[in-house]
């Protein structure tokens, strides 16, 4: 899987809101939104787009420690055998208002849209920039 690095994404053209959301567990048990969102908030920079799938993989799943500790290659090595997408379609960008900047080492960030950070990042012409997926087609 590939890192993309120094780029940023922008929130879907037809995101739902235009202020960030905190994503909530639904039915008492973490989304993939609500565990990109504790990953990536309480550690900025410390997951490049690799290691995030497969940290929101294992906590999803809830699988053990001790079963990663023994087979956790083989998993991740079979986790990767298919394709994933990039945080243009995490739901992060395209439902909940956050932007998602990689830095120069692939390490991701996210920013609320109504900050200062997420319009200075909209304004960098030194960084490439992509919009979220579209949830509908146009």
């Known amino acids: ?16 809101t235009q202020q960030s959301i905190v994503p909530q567990p639904r039915n008492g048990k973490p989304t993939v939104a609500t565990i ?9 920079y410390a997951f490049t787009l690799a290691e995030l799938k497969f940290a929101t993989h294992v906590k999803h799943k809830q699988i053990p420690a001790a079963e990663l500790k023994t087979h956790g290659a083989r ?18 960008t395209k439902q909940y208002g956050w932007g998602a900047h990689y830095d120069e080492k692939g390490g991701i ?3 609320p ?11 960098d012409k030194s ?3 992509y919009f979220a997926v579209r949830s509908k087609k146009a």
């Open 36 to 44: 990109e969102y504790e990953l990536l908030s309480s550690k900025p």
């Open 127 to 129: 960084i490439k920039k």
């Open 109 to 111: 960030a996210i920013y």
């Open 1 to 16: 899987m590939d890192n993309p690095e120094n780029q940023f994404i922008e929130i879907a053209p037809d995101s739902p």
């Open 75 to 92: 998993m991740r090595e079979e986790f990767f055998a298919k394709p994933y997408a990039c945080m243009r379609a995490s739901p992060l």
């Open 113 to 123: 849209v109504e900050g200062r950070e997420y319009q200075r990042f909209v304004k």
